[in-house]
């Protein structure tokens, strides 16, 4: 797997992951790659950053301490989608559908999907991603 840095046309940066460069451009292509935050399918690809460490190079304490664990981060992701995306529970086809084909205002919308509800959206070329939902403890 390859991770590619993305963003797009409103500037929000994502990653993705790809078999290769090949699997992207095809993906891009059918529109299949989308922003998680507005769902625009005018992806690109951007310049990776890189970081470098060498044996005498360290960082200080309060450096280290101002990193944000995983756990944390997954957790405002959450709170963030829990705040901002209207729960459609398990109608999130039928409603993705709509808003698809401007029957629906377009809206940011989560819920949950069969595989054959998922499949007929690929089929429809509906943009969506699919997130776990972890459990956290309290």
């Known amino acids: 797997m390859i991770i590619y840095d993305l963003k797009c046309e409103k500037d929000h940066k994502f990653e ?3 078999n290769d460069r090949t699997a992207f451009e095809e993906q891009k292509k059918k529109k299949i790659i989308v922003c998680p935050v507005c769902g625009s399918s005018n992806i690109t690809m951007v310049p990776s950053s890189i970081a470098i460490m060498g044996k005498d190079t360290k960082r200080s304490q309060s450096e280290q301490s101002d990193k944000m664990s995983p756990e944390k981060a997954a957790r405002m992701f959450y709170e963030y ?5 209207e729960d459609v529970g398990d109608g999130f086809a039928d409603v993705a559908l ?3 084909r401007g029957e629906e205002d377009r809206r940011n919308i989560k819920g949950t999907t069969t595989k054959s509800e998922e499949e007929t959206l690929r089929d429809e070329g509906v943009p ?3 997130v776990p939902i972890p459990k956290f403890d309290s």
């Not at 989608?81 to 995306?85: P, R, S």
């Open 16 to 18: 993705g992951w790809f």
């Open 98 to 100: 709509k808003i698809h």
């Open 81 to 85: 989608v829990d705040k901002t995306f």
């Open 128 to 130: 969506f991603i699919k």
